[in-house]
């Protein structure tokens, strides 16, 4: 594998196989390293998991490392996330369990939401869902939107049903944006299982962390709602302007946005693996370029292992 561009050496958004990545943290540096990035920075969901392994693997990786979470939360009755960077690992161990339950609790009854849902709209159901059901509890990695919705998707009972113009049923993206997280939907899980948005920053900053708000325009029609909403708090430290589905407009909007708020600015390829077409450095096709000089001042400044 031939090196990256020396501009392209910057991935702040990595998860690995201790979320919903496919990758273990071993692999995820070896790459990294083949790669020759220049900084990164696991955010695996609702976990710092990884970290305990990257202290065994720290030789394999000769850039820097900045540590992070990524968080789901509620903002404006919308499921949304934002990023820590810079977090003390030991303290969001201690910390993060106050908040958030387990993912074992949280994906249980996200599941029976779901099904109460599809079983409301006389959605059929494969055979074995029960086994899927068992599957996903075992397997919180795996989103409940692809196992549902892609099984379900198959049986042509259903096509009436869930075709429809309201969203194509086309990748776990658009199923979980478009569908499960979207009150505008005929889908929508209504799921409060997770903390308040204010709630979510004060863990973050609990643990030292920076509060990063990531791919904004992925909410669709709610985006700029949602970004206004965390902006006037005054918590926010940075946003992620670089990333993979965004448009040159969508960065320099947001790229605006910090320079005229004084905000950092950060970017990553949000990459997991085989679960996600995002390749890590390099996002789609090559399109991933985060600059230097937005993010070598600032991760320098917290970057602790």
Known sequence: MSPLSKHNRNDLHVHTNKSDGTKTPEEVLIEAEE??????????????????????????FS????????????????????????????????????????????????????????????????????????????????????????????????????FSDEIEHT?????????????????????????NYMDTISLIRSCDGKVFIPHIFQYGDYSKSILNELLKTEEIDGIECYYPTFTFENTQYLLDICTNSNLLVSGGSDYHGANKKNQLGRGLNDNLYVPDDKVQAWTSQIAKV
């Open 35 to 60: 790669l020759g990035l220049k900084r990164i920075s696991i955010t695996d969901h609702e976990s710092v998991d990884a970290y305990s392994e990257i202290e065994k693997y720290r030789n394999l």
């Open 63 to 162: 850039g820097i490392i900045i540590p992070g979470i990524e968080l789901k939360t509620i903002c404006q009755g919308r499921e949304i996330e934002l990023l820590g960077y810079g977090i003390s690992v030991d303290e969001m161990k201690v910390n993060l369990p106050s908040l958030y339950k387990s993912k074992e609790e949280i994906n249980r009854s996200y599941l029976k939401a779901i099904l109460k849902v599809l079983r409301k709209k006389n959605i059929i159901l494969p055979d074995n869902t029960e086994d899927l059901y068992k599957d996903f509890l075992v397997q919180p990695a795996k989103f409940v939107s692809s196992i549902l919705f892609g099984d379900t998707g198959n049986l042509k009972q259903n096509t009436n049903t869930l």
């Open 171 to 195: 990748n776990k993206e658009s199923l979980y944006r478009g569908w499960l997280t979207n009150p505008k939907s005929k889908f929508y899980v209504e799921f409060t299982s997770y903390p």
